[in-house]
């Protein structure tokens, strides 16, 4: 089970993470986890949101450049331990990942997600399946 | 050996040189009517005939040729002689289609190596000098040009091609070297180090430097002129042409001799065609009336400059022509390269796979030109991670450099974030105020 990551290009110079936060938000569309990588003259912004559809048009009729990518939502106990692991499942399989970064915590049951892209992604999701963890789809992530 | 290399031609009379430059012309177009039927047609499409050529006042009749003509005609299309007699070959630093490949017999090569002869000697280059030639050698004709011009005055000639400047230096500091010829930004860039060395002027022994290839300043000149204690000339010259030395600086520095001999100059309109009177600012044209193996007629060079027949006080009475003020295309000269944007549109979409929305920004810092194209980014250009997203333009980077030879740093931006004037993106930014 996957869900959709968007990725856009920002140039680094004032006022653009700011541009694309304004146009998302006056879309009604959702921020629900993201992450910047950046570097001297440009950032990555990758986003997860309620309405993927939506956001990715918004964004690219104003003129951003956009692409989706199938990333995991993995659901781990927020406890200390809790990330190694998942981790552990991964490395056991000998799966390699490219990058990650932490959704939201949910505070009801103790749980935290974590956004991970891995290179194999069908092998990622067996490794952690085999191990115990939930996947998120993107129908429940839109509705929590 | 005395001021002149040749005084009888570079000190002859206005009227002397017409006769001269008339009979070479007739000869010439003559030749070029029976040996190359590529000038025939475009000379048949105008209604002109050898007969119709009688001396100079006739050359405005003569149908123009342009860098199309010489890439249609690419490789053998403008020979005039057969290709047993040719023995060297050199060609443009551009490449895909925009190369330009130049012919010589000995005689060619004689006639060439007797102007960078004339250019040297004009700099006070005698056979007791040491001459460092750091142009590029190979196909570039800017180190095979003054190395043949130097062993003609009979320096003393170190073909040391360019880079490797600590070696250059010391090459300078041990063999007592008294002439250098580069690009002049390399001669700024020698400067540079042989401050940063900790040595001065005075450590060297050079007395003049010939400098060409690529557009430059008078700041420029007094700035290579101090770093390294020399008096500096300007060269011109196209691989079209020959090379460097169609064109040279004498002691007093108010614009280059034309090597008349060999060259007849016009200005144009570049708009029209239109010769333009002497004094005029404009296109010029040069008809090579002595080559054999590649002979041009009326060869737009597109770059835009002033003639002028006032009298120089070094006693030469060639025509001179200032320094390049401009182009009448958008080829723009970028570390001694000479660079068209439709190169770099072609590689952004041939081979990089790339958008051709794109920017050049050119500079110069330092002395050196900073080349730096800005690239719109699309969504399949797109992906998630930094890693490939430098792995493109790097790529990118990669191909430009293969393509023109000269490293370009790619900067990706934001869909239409280039601006766009009348619909059409600005395709070229140049801050060097060169011109």
Redesign the interface.
């Not at chain 2, 900067?411 to 974030?417: A, H, M, Q």
């Given at each position: 089970m996957t869900v959709k990551q968007l990725s856009v290009f920002i140039e680094n110079r004032p006022g653009r993470l700011s541009a694309v936060t304004r146009i998302l938000g006056d879309a009604q569309v959702n921020i629900r986890a993201m992450s910047l990588a950046d570097t001297k003259d440009f950032g990555i912004l990758r986003l997860i949101v309620d309405d993927c559809e939506k956001a990715a048009a918004t964004l690219k009729e104003n003129g951003f450049s956009v692409t989706a990518t199938q990333v995991l939502a993995v659901k781990i106990n927020d406890r200390p331990g809790g990330l190694a692991d998942a981790m552990k499942a991964l490395y056991d399989d000998n799966i390699s990942v490219e990058y990650m970064y932490s959704a939201f915590i949910n505070t009801e049951d103790n749980t935290a997600y974590l956004i991970l892209r891995v290179e194999n992604v069908s092998s990622a999701q067996v490794a952690l399946s085999d191990a115990g963890f939930f996947l998120t789809s993107q129908e429940e992530l839109s509705g929590i | 050996m005395g001021k002149y290399w040749n005084e009888e031609i570079e000190c002859m009379s206005r009227e002397d040189m017409k006769k001269l430059q008339s009979e070479r012309l007739v000869k010439q177009v003559k030749h070029v009517w029976d040996n190359v039927p590529y000038y025939r047609k475009k000379m048949e499409e105008k209604g002109v005939t050898p007969d119709d050529v009688k001396g100079i006042e006739d050359l405005h009749k003569l149908p123009f040729l342009t860098k199309a003509d010489l890439r249609e005609c690419y490789p053998y299309g403008l020979l005039a002689t057969p290709l047993k007699d040719c023995v060297r070959i050199q060609s443009t630093s551009g490449t895909t289609g925009k190369r330009v490949v130049a012919f010589y017999t000995q005689h060619d090569l004689d006639l060439w190596e007797d102007c960078c002869a004339r250019a040297i000697t004009a700099a006070g280059g005698t056979d007791e000098d040491v001459c460092q030639v750091c142009y590029g050698y190979g196909l570039f004709t800017g180190g095979p040009g003054l190395n043949g011009g130097s062993h003609k005055v009979g320096c003393l000639t170190l073909p040391m091609s360019s880079g490797n400047t600590e070696r250059q230096i010391q090459f300078m500091r041990d063999l007592g070297s008294t002439i250098i010829c580069c690009t002049p930004s390399y001669a700024a860039y020698i400067g540079e180090t042989v401050k940063e060395m900790g040595l001065t002027p005075d450590d060297l022994k050079l007395k003049a430097g010939i400098f060409g290839a690529e557009p430059w300043t008078e700041e420029m000149r007094r700035e290579i002129e101090k770093s390294l204690g020399l008096k500096a000339y300007d060269i011109y010259g196209l691989t079209e042409t020959s090379g460097p030395g169609v064109a040279f600086e004498c002691e007093e520095q108010t614009g280059m001799h034309i090597n008349e001999d060999n060259f007849i100059a016009e200005i144009i309109d570049p708009d029209t065609g239109e010769v333009l009177p002497e004094g005029s600012k404009g296109e010029l044209v040069f008809t090579s009336i002595t080559k054999e193996a590649f002979p041009l007629l009326r060869y737009r060079t597109r770059d835009i400059c002033i003639l002028s027949r006032e009298k120089c006080s070094c006693g030469r009475t060639l025509v001179k022509m200032t320094k390049p003020m401009g182009r009448s295309d958008d080829m723009l000269i970028i570390k001694g390269v000479n660079v068209f944007p439709s190169q770099i549109e072609s590689v952004l979409l041939k081979m990089s796979n790339a958008t051709p929305n794109y920017q050049i920004i050119v500079d110069r810092v330092n002395n050196a030109d900073t080349f730096e194209i800005r690239v719109e980014?699309?969504?399949d250009?797109?992906?998630?991670?930094?890693k490939s997203?430098?792995e493109l333009e790097k790529k990118i980077s990669n191909d430009i450099h293969s393509i023109l030879g000269i490293k370009a740093k790619i900067?990706?931006?934001?869909?239409?974030?280039i601006p766009r004037s009348e619909g059409k993106a600005v395709r070229v930014i140049d801050n060097r105020k060169l011109h």
């Open positions: - | 980014l699309n969504d250009m797109l992906s998630d991670t930094v997203i430098e900067r990706l931006v934001e869909p239409k974030s």
